[in-house]
């Protein structure tokens, strides 16, 4: 990376229970996992690696992941959810939920009451995380 590289931040976002980031090259407008598969050969695997670093793939930008302080409980939380579609989380100020006047910045209790109001089962709390 070079040194503008490294003061660009790529900000961590949940979208349909995958970790994601949009490129924070102005005009690209890609998204890219931030996980990468347990087995990167087998489509199947599940993404269970947290990558050091974005990487575009179709601009070739490279930055810092700005990652949520609280993001283990953040997953736990949306992984009840029985649709995939739902289990979205927005960092705060987030340009797409603000532009598309979705929920952003929300705290892990929130996404619970938010659970809770739509019927999903409580699942069990994390102990010293939140």
């Known amino acids: 990376m070079d040194i503008t590289q490294l003061a ?12 994601v980031a949009d490129c924070p090259r102005p005009g690209c407008a890609n998204t890219e ?7 990167r ?7 269970v690696v947290q990558l050091p670093a ?9 930055a810092i992941i700005d990652w949520p302080q609280h ?4 997953m736990a939380v949306l992984a009840l959810r029985p649709v995939p579609s739902t289990r979205n ?18 705290s892990a209790q929130q996404l619970r009451d938010e ?3 739509h019927d999903v089962e409580p699942g069990p709390t994390l102990q010293g995380v939140g």
């Not at 993001?71 to 953040?74: A, G, K, N």
């Open 33 to 39: 996992h931030v996980y990468g598969r347990l087995n």
């Open 71 to 74: 993001m283990t409980e953040i």
């Open 115 to 117: 659970n809770a109001a």
């Open 8 to 19: 660009t931040l790529a900000r961590a976002y949940v979208y349909s229970g995958d970790w």
């Open 89 to 106: 989380w927005y960092p705060e100020q987030h340009e797409t939920a603000v532009r598309f006047g979705i929920p952003h910045g929300q």
């Open 54 to 62: 974005f990487s575009c793939s179709y601009c070739h930008m490279d």
């Open 41 to 47: 050969r087998d489509p199947r695997s599940p993404r």
